[in-house]
């Protein structure tokens, strides 16, 4: 495997451990308005408490490494995002300092404000997210010169905002079943019927997404005839989207988080398949797009870069499973909870 | 700008709770326990600020400054998922268990939690200032390219990495960082001790903010003049700036105390200035010439007046700090500090200063380098995003201003609400440490601030040794 595509592969693992570990905690930002009392609300924050800033640091070393290995594409999608890159700033400040600052006092107006900056906070970026993954499958208006050449509006095309809205669906119900596993009694019941519900409108979502990307994007099934072995992960991920109903019926939590990780996983693969060899596919003329090649770092940075990563990789799976280990179990509120 | 008013405390304060915590295990003495937990509170809700402040930055170079991406990406953008791979983990992962896992690790898991976090701030700002260096005295690569595809590509990682000022820009961060912990704590714990609330908490804070704060602000005289001395040799534009030295002369440079640089005439009025004092400081040598802006080309002057300024005005403060702690640490040594009422009042309301001697190194460091954005490399007019339009700029900056506006005020309300809260007692089983127990009772009652039967209370936290007390 060269390097730049050992790049784009580890960007990958990286875009899909975000998605899966800060998926769960966007989800419960996105349901967080939908419990009424006080010590509910309590407990939604303080299960992804301990673990939410970490899992963020997944997007920040998304971005410092491609920031590393494919410059090119940091510059011109961030530069052409503008607008979306500050409205999802916008929204991940709001729902860091929320969480922080929410319990702080007693008022009701000031937990109410913050509940509901929490709230809109996560649901926005989950959207945004979507709406960059939707951007970047129809491909966009990129010059000769890499540089951006539309307008924010014409990044909200139907097809990304529809993917927005998938990626909102897929993180209540992956928050749903994460909320499932850390509650318990009554509000636990109540969840389970969230189970459904957050299923059902995700299923509904996914095949409206997947007909519309068959018909209408052409990018996302380009590789599959020359790499017939894509159609092993369609399986996987189709077994996967069945068991999450098989494990809320037969009760076995985990088992339906980890199916709906895997779904997660499967998803930010079939954006990978869809894009390489590019990174930001051109609209106007796919010869301007940039690609692992003509958008990378030199081969000496890509390679120490590479062993950066090799050497850091295994500390952070380390002390990330031991973080999680450590606050294994229910959530209890305690004396130092938000 | 906005950003750097938290990570110093993060820095600084995470060194302080490690040896608040290391103390707490050698002596066994609850009091340390209850400092290290406070300080753990107030670290919390820096360290969130710190975080939201920090994804801006790192995605601004995207947004805002494309050009200088593409062209820096190979070298910067390395020391940059560098910081993200081996301190952000480190210091979010284990921050998770110093703050909401007093009541689920043992002690000893605890403090290497807290060893863990101190470090990976530390690691954080090891990068952080290799990719800012590498901007002061970019080292160990080559330009690719032609014109509006030149890029600056690795060549020797580690030249780059200790590139000719790294080394000394990172002692001197580190020492800020601690020195601002230190009066930050000072600050606090003096207003305890003035107010007659948890004394004994804050003496203990108090002293081991006083030690670290005397060592500290020393060090920083020693560390700042090898570092002026250095950069006489890599940015001699920005050394001139700083002392607003507009001619070379012949023999000896004159140091300006204080003045007002004039650039179109290009001299200091309102100074006051001592004769050789500069040639001595960068050479050891009274007779030695400093070169001076007429050795620049008037394009590449950085903007004096504003370099003269902070800088001198970082030093003033920097000498402030060292005449307070060192009056600071003889009273406490002779055991009358907690007696000298106004002396505490000091404490408590030179918070902002440390802050102010911070800021106004970055100001330094950055518009000294300017009109680089990268030293004689790239300018910074050159750098901007071409895809962006002033409109978006100006629309992201007024955002920018009124949420951090917003939340600066918030952090400083939660801050204070949590500092007027105080340090929470440590429940110990009874009888063990009866005495420390009724004045944290009687204080918490004389306050009002919650009783100690409230229905948050943790369950003891494992202290089987507090009974010799």
């Given amino acids: 495997m060269d390097l730049n595509l050992f790049w784009f592969v580890l960007l990958g693992v990286l875009l899909a451990g975000y998605a899966i570990l800060d998926g769960f905690d966007l989800g419960v930002g996105i349901l967080h308005l939908f419990v009424r009392n006080d010590e509910e609300r309590r407990i939604f924050m303080n ?56 319990s702080k006092r007693e008022s009701r107006a000031w937990r109410s404000f913050w509940d509901v900056s929490f709230s809109a906070g996560s649901t926005l970026a989950t959207f945004l997210f979507g709406v960059a993954v939707g951007n970047a499958m129809q491909g966009m208006p990129i010059g000769p ?42 509000l636990q019941r109540r969840l389970h019927r969230w189970m459904w519900r ?141 | 700008m906005f950003h750097y008013l938290f990570p110093p405390l993060t820095i600084g304060l995470g060194g302080l709770i490690v ?36 994804i801006v930055m790192e995605f601004q170079f995207g947004t805002n400054w494309a050009t200088y991406s593409r062209f820096v990406g190979d070298v910067f953008g390395s020391a940059l998922a560098a910081e993200g791979i081996f301190a952000f983990f480190l210091e979010s992962g284990f921050l998770a268990v110093l703050v909401f896992g007093w009541d689920k690790v043992s002690p000893k898991t605890h403090f290497f939690a807290a060893c863990m976090v101190a470090l990976g701030a530390v690691f954080s700002s090891i990068w952080i200032v290799v990719a800012n260096s590498w901007q002061q005295t970019p080292a160990g690569f080559h330009i690719v390219g032609q014109g509006a595809a030149a890029r600056a590509e690795i060549t020797d990682f580690w030249a780059m990495v200790f590139n000719p000022s790294t080394v000394h820009r990172l002692l001197h961060v580190l020492i800020g960082s601690y020195l601002l912990a230190a009066f930050f704590v000072m600050s606090i714990s003096a207003w305890y001790i003035l107010k007659g609330r948890s004394v004994d908490f804050a003496r203990k804070s108090f002293t081991a903010a006083l030690v670290l704060g005397t060592i500290m602000s020393l060090a920083a005289l020693a560390q700042g003049d090898l570092q002026a001395k250095k950069l006489a040799q890599t940015q001699p534009a920005k050394l001139a700036a700083m002392e607003a030295l507009f001619k070379t002369g012949t023999g000896s440079t004159p140091l300006y105390i204080f003045g007002s640089p004039d650039e ?44 003269f300024q902070s800088f001198h005005i970082m030093v003033g403060l920097g000498i402030l700090f060292i005449a307070l702690t060192l009056v600071g640490s003889v009273l406490r040594w002779r055991g009358t500090l907690f007696e000298k009422r106004w002396l505490l009042w000091v404490f408590v309301v030179c918070i902002p200063l440390p802050y102010l001697a911070n800021q106004l190194g970055w100001v330094t460091a950055e518009v000294g380098r300017q009109p680089w954005i990268v030293y004689g490399l790239l300018r910074t007019s050159d750098a901007l995003s071409k895809a962006v339009v002033a409109s978006q700029t100006l629309g992201s900056i007024v955002m920018f201003i009124l949420i951090y506006a917003l939340l600066f005020a918030v952090w400083l309300v939660v801050l204070h609400d949590k500092i007027r809260h105080g340090p929470d007692a440590v429940i110990t089983p009874a009888g063990t440490t009866a005495h420390g127990l009724a004045e944290l009772a009687g204080l918490r009652a004389g306050t009002g601030a919650g009783s100690l039967t409230h229905p948050d209370q943790p369950e003891s936290p494992q202290n089987p040794q507090s009974g010799k007390q």
């Fill in chain 1, 47 to 102: 299960s992804i408490g301990p673990v939410w800033d970490g899992n963020e640091v997944w997007l920040v070393t998304f971005g410092g490494a491609m920031f590393a290995a494919f410059p090119e594409v940091y510059a011109t999608v961030f530069s052409g995002f503008y607008t979306a890159f500050m409205a999802l700033l916008f929204a991940l400040i709001s729902r860091a300092v929320s969480m922080e600052f929410r």
């Fill in chain 1, 198 to 338: 957050s299923f059902g409108f995700f299923l509904i979502v996914y095949l409206f997404a997947t007909i519309y990307t068959l018909a209408e994007v052409p990018l996302a099934t380009r590789n599959f005839q020359n790499h017939p072995w894509v159609w092993l992960v369609v399986g996987l991920n189709i077994l996967a989207v069945a068991n999450i109903p098989r494990a809320i019926f037969k009760d076995r939590p985990l088992y339906g988080f980890v199916s709906s990780s895997a779904t997660i996983a499967a998803l930010t693969f079939f954006f990978g398949v869809a894009l390489f060899p590019d990174l930001v596919y051109s609209s106007l003329n796919p010869d301007w797009s940039l690609n692992v090649y003509n958008a990378a770092s030199s081969q000496k940075t890509l390679a120490i870069m590479r062993n950066i990563a090799f050497m850091g990789i295994p500390f952070v799976l380390a002390y990330t499973a031991a973080i999680f280990w450590v606050f294994r179990g229910k959530v209890k509120l305690g004396h130092f909870s938000y």
């Fill in chain 2, 19 to 54: 040896s608040l915590e290391a103390l707490f295990l050698k002596t066994r003495d609850p009091q340390y326990e209850i400092a290290a937990k406070f300080w753990t509170k107030i670290f919390a809700v820096n360290f969130a600020m710190g975080v939201a402040t920090g």
């Fill in chain 2, 264 to 307: 179109s005439e290009q001299r200091v009025t309102h100074g006051l200035a001592i004769p050789g004092l500069l040639s001595f400081l960068v050479y050891n040598n009274f007779r030695q010439p400093v070169a001076g802006l007429d050795q620049i080309p008037r394009q590449d002057w950085p903007p004096v007046g504003l370099s």
């Fill in chain 1, 145 to 186: 010169d890499k540089e951006f050449r539309g307008t924010t509006l014409d990044l909200l095309r139907p097809y990304p905002l529809l993917i927005g809205v998938l990626a909102v669906a897929t993180f209540a119900m992956h928050g749903t079943l994460y909320l499932y596993l850390k509650t318990e009694g009554e």
